[in-house]
């Protein structure tokens, strides 16, 4: 694998003509709109979105590394893309060719201080996963654990500073869109900061092993959850080693011919395990690329991969409980009033409370409700509508970081294919979070 930083006047190039032809693109439907139909310009305004979504990918498919990292990012801010666009942005692939081992025991020793072979009982030279920043490998204690050693791209660090520059410039380009087009109000300083802010994260592995230790502190009671031990010893910024854990990946459970029960019980605990972070924990593990997920034999999930976490504030965690328990009495002033402590509405909540009754349908209705039924991009296009005609634009970091995950737990449910009553399991979460709090108080 070539270093990510070489190239650097030919990453400019590149990012420069996808701004070009991003930009160009939108320019084109600014200019021709006064001549159409509202029907026509919303049409041609699509079409234009997910074009520009797909040139994006390929651009960012291209350059690798950290801006790959950061177009992945991009993809959660539901305030740029419609739907549609967001979907194609979803699929930007992590895969990417391996380092050379060579440069794999490099790194280790500069990390680690001494090579694999002293480090470790074994170590696979071939990694089993590799992404956008590092890769990862197979490797044995001294006492025979096995484990996973995450080790960074040499270089990737260093281009982040030009990456960040080359996306501030994209973000650029979509600013007349956003302003012009869609008539929001839109702040692209905060998105670079934000998406700096957040792939800094993703960089430092002593962060992350931070993470997984705080999540089995968090899920420790639940003996359905697994999550990898951290070995500290053996992890520095750049190199993080894992207990490695076995299983089925979630896709393989996803499909056709897997045994319906167990599809079921996958479905259910995802579900949980998601507004348990929200609404209990206030930390929710913001990346729901299904390889982050594993089913063992027992069966129990495994999560993997804690780059990108979000932690929220307590006020904001009691926001959310606040929302969903008057959604379970469809209680429309405690909605609004949770709205309000959320941020997501300045003054009037009436048009967020008629937002949430178009996204939370499943967890409103007391009956069975078939995921695959759910139609996210229609749903989104209400909810857009909604917004453009009330102008509810103020949208805060932390409801991009759960509508992410939401996307991709609605992409789990759709898969696996199960009809439950999802209504119930929302409720008997957030009943056991009241049960805690009596006993804690």
């Known amino acids: 694998m070539a270093d990510i930083t070489s190239g650097r006047a030919r990453r400019l190039f590149s990012v420069g003509s996808l701004t070009s032809a991003v930009g160009g693109s939108y320019l084109w439907q600014v200019l021709k709109r ?60 992590s895969n990417v060719p391996p380092m050379p081992y060579a440069r794999v025991r490099d790194v280790l020793v500069r990390e680690l201080g001494a090579p694999p072979e002293e480090r470790f009982r074994r170590f696979e030279r071939e990694a089993f996963a590799a992404a956008s920043l590092g890769q990862v490998h197979r490797a044995e204690l001294r006492d025979g654990t096995r484990v996973a050693v995450k080790i960074q791209y040499p270089g990737v660090a260093e281009t982040v500073h030009q990456d960040l520059k080359n ?60 999550i990898p031990r951290v070995y500290r010893a053996l992890s520095t910024k750049r190199v993080l080693t894992l207990e490695l854990l076995e299983g089925y990946p979630l896709q393989d459970i996803m499909a056709p011919g897997v045994d319906e029960e167990l599809k079921r019980w996958v479905a259910e605990k995802l579900f949980r395990i998601l507004w348990r972070q929200v609404l209990e924990f206030g930390v929710l593990h913001a990346d729901p690329h299904p390889g982050n997920y594993l ?74 409700f078939d995921p695959r039924a759910y139609d996210l991009v229609a749903r989104g296009m209400q909810v857009t509508e909604l917004a453009l005609v009330n102008r509810v634009f103020h949208a805060p970091g932390h409801p991009v970081f759960l509508g992410r995950a939401l996307m991709g737990l609605d992409g789990y449910l759709k898969n696996l294919g199960v009809v439950l009553n999802w209504h119930r399991i929302f409720r008997d979460v957030v009943s056991a979070i009241a049960d805690t709090e009596r006993t804690t108080a």
Request: net charge negative; aromatic share 6%.
């Open 34 to 93: 006064p001549f159409q139909s509202s029907e026509r310009a919303g049409e041609d305004l699509l079409a234009a979105h997910i074009r520009n979504a797909e040139r994006i990918v390929a651009g960012s498919t291209e350059l690798r590394g950290a801006f790959m990292k950061l177009v992945q990012m991009l993809s959660m801010r539901t305030d740029l893309f419609p739907p549609e666009a967001l979907e194609r942005l979803a699929v930007v692939q």
């Open 167 to 226: 996306v501030r410039t994209l973000v650029a380009a979509l600013t007349a869109v956003v302003r012009d087009l869609m008539r929001q109000d839109f702040d692209r300083e905060e998105v670079v900061r934000e998406l700096e802010a957040r792939l800094e994260e993703e960089l430092d592995y002593e962060r992350e092993a931070t993470n997984a230790e705080r999540f089995r502190r968090l899920f420790a009671s639940d003996r359905e959850i697994v």
């Open 295 to 368: 089913v063992t034999h027992h069966p129990r999930i495994g999560l993997l991969d804690f780059g990108s976490v979000r932690i929220f504030e307590p006020e904001i965690r009691r926001g959310y409980l606040r929302l969903a328990r008057g959604l379970l009495a469809h209680d429309d002033g405690e909605i609004g009033a949770a709205c309000l402590d959320l941020g997501l509405a300045r003054d009037n909540p009436a048009p967020l409370v008629a937002m949430m009754h178009i996204i939370c349908e499943p967890l409103e209705r007391d009956v069975p």
